[in-house]
């Protein structure tokens, strides 16, 4: 008999720390829910991240938004903002406002694939050498020295020059010269993240390095890497327009915000014609405030500090 009212208090206790167990994992929110509650609070990102979504699903859907093709010649010539051509028309007689929206098209796919590429890349580089170190790390790191020592616009205008100006070159080059921030990020984070208990426990376990570094090591240094590429994402679009504006970037008849811009190198267009420029500079001014605004949100959503 007291056997079987010991076996019952056992279970009852066992019973009661599992509901315990639950109820506190119930009551504490998970952490991506505490990073989407802190960004909710920061009205300027959620304005960011609305913005960004509605230029990129004007992008997608730039063939049903676009009154006219981007290449097609109307006839009207340099004609001022109409209800026919809500932005007017350039000195070829295209329609300003399909150039704009198809315009959104290049500036995000330049944007997000050098990102991609360059961030993907970066982070591999970091998590070798943080976590390998000794003669793999120096010789990554003076490689790393050696790309951010390198004029930026200098070397990106001859490589353009000699390989190119197309889209595809233009990602790239931006890839090429723009990693090494990303893999000193993550180098630095992985050099105190691999001597946290949980890491050192997972070697001597026998976890292969794949799975310590993927599956340990790169979860818990996400959070710079991901505020790194938001930014990386407002730059790239930017030189991107820099290097249109200047004749080097995406070629014309294709439209791109920086090559529209160039028509306001003449002091007509700037006094006369100003729906030539001002909207491709808006948008860039519009798109740029946006993906940096949702930076500043992920980096204080994903900051540990409550």
Do not use: C
């Not at 300027?44 to 049903?64: F, M």
């Amino acid at each position: 008999m007291a056997l079987t009212e010991w076996k019952l208090g056992e279970t009852n206790f066992r019973r009661g720390t599992a509901e315990a167990e639950t109820d506190s994992e119930t009551d504490s929110p998970r952490p991506w829910r505490q990073a989407l509650r802190k960004f909710s609070r920061h009205r300027l990102a959620v304005a960011g991240a609305l913005v960004t979504l509605l230029l990129l699903a004007a992008a997608l859907l730039a063939p049903v938004i676009a009154p006219y093709d981007p290449e097609e010649v109307t006839g009207s010539f340099t004609a001022a903002p109409s209800a026919e051509h809500w932005l007017g028309t350039d000195q070829v007689g295209r329609d300003v406002f399909s150039r704009l929206i198809y315009a959104t098209r290049v500036s995000l796919i330049v944007g997000f694939a050098s990102v991609l590429l360059y961030v993907t890349f970066g982070t591999l580089a970091g998590l070798v050498s943080g976590y390998f170190g000794g003669w793999l790390d120096m010789a990554i790191m003076r490689i790393t020295d050696m790309f951010m020592a390198f004029p930026f616009l200098m070397v990106i205008l001859v490589v353009v020059a000699v390989l190119g100006s197309d889209m595809s070159t233009i990602i790239l080059v931006l890839a090429l010269f723009s990693w090494p921030g990303v893999a000193r990020l993550v180098r630095g984070s992985v050099l105190t993240i691999k001597q946290l208990d949980y890491v050192r426990a997972g070697i001597a376990m026998g976890y292969g390095t794949p799975r310590v570094l993927f599956g340990h090591i790169l979860p818990n240094a996400a959070g710079p890497i991901i505020v790194q590429a938001t930014f990386g994402v407002a730059s790239a679009i930017m030189s991107e327009a820099g290097l249109s504006f200047l004749g080097m970037g995406v070629q014309p008849p294709t439209a791109s915000w920086g090559n529209m811009l160039t028509d306001a190198q003449s002091l007509t267009v700037l006094t006369e014609q100003p729906w030539l420029w001002i909207p491709p500079g808006a948008m860039i001014l519009l798109v740029v405030l946006s993906i940096n605004f949702v930076g500043d949100g992920l980096r204080d959503a994903l900051d540990s500090e409550p």
